[in-house]
């Protein structure tokens, strides 16, 4: 597994740009990933995912497969050689596009097994001397390995009081991940919370993740229930949620 510290700037970066400090002008180059996922069913063991140069100057990327784990509600990233990129490292010049491969090197069973393709655009280190502000990017995709038994995802979802913190938990006893979004809690008393309108987040197969309620504990009152609204990549999510603790 990774140190700490590495793993929490993993998780910390999803799909965002990094930047690289120092003094003087800001330039930026564009470095571009696709697709935004990956799934290799079986009978698959090889994909791609195209990346390009948008800018004006060459830069260098590197590549790297890591295995996405969720446990006890949070998720890292650990060193793996059950999916490899190829190559791990490229130039790429004004313009160009290239191809990278993702090969399985793990055989399919049980359920569906979950990486993180990152891809990252590495710092210029002369422009970094002559005190220009490097605008660089890392594109973090989700790859799957799933087998074909592999179940649907089955959602639970309860809340957890931490202090004067609130935290909806969505456990996934099924075989693929779920991912959820325009997440929201209409609470006992009538309320509704947002939980954002976006990406909420992913719950691996087997899995478990909880995200922190805006507003705090004071609305969740140990044996409560309140529902859970959301949309899937399976459809509509309308659940119940009893506040645990």
């Known amino acids: 597994m990774l140190p700490f510290t590495s793993r929490l700037a993993l998780a910390a970066t999803l ?31 090889a994909s791609a995912v195209t990346i390009r140069n948008t800018g004006a100057t060459p830069f260098d990327v590197q590549i790297r497969v890591f295995r996405w784990v969720q446990e006890n509600g949070t ?22 596009t290239y191809s990278v491969r993702i090969v399985r090197q793990a055989r399919a069973g049980g359920p569906e097994r979950a990486y993180r393709l990152l891809v990252d655009q590495l710092p210029d280190e002369e422009r970094q001397r002559s005190g220009t502000v490097a605008l660089v990017m890392r594109h973090s995709i989700p790859v799957f390995l799933t087998p074909e038994a592999a179940s649907a995802a ?37 309320k509704s919370i947002s939980l954002g309108s976006g990406l909420l987040g992913y719950v691996l197969a087997g899995s478990t993740m909880r995200w922190r309620i805006p507003g705090g504990a004071a609305a969740f009152a140990p044996g409560q229930s309140h529902s859970v609204i959301a949309t899937s990549d399976q459809g509509p999510v309308n659940a119940n949620a009893r506040v645990e603790r």
Do not use: C, H, Y
């Open 154 to 190: 089955q959602l639970t979802f309860s809340i957890e009081r931490s202090g004067n913190q609130a935290f909806l938990v969505a456990q996934n006893s099924g075989g693929r991940r779920a991912r959820l979004s325009a997440a929201s809690l209409k609470t006992a008393g009538g």
């Open 75 to 96: 998720e890292s990233f650990e060193e793996t050689d059950e999916v490899a990129a190829s190559p791990p490292m490229t130039t790429l010049q004004p313009g160009a």
């Open 15 to 45: 799909a965002l740009g990094t930047v690289v400090m120092g003094s003087g002008m800001a330039r930026a180059t564009s470095l571009q990933a696709a697709p935004v996922l990956v799934e290799m069913p079986v009978g698959t063991n």
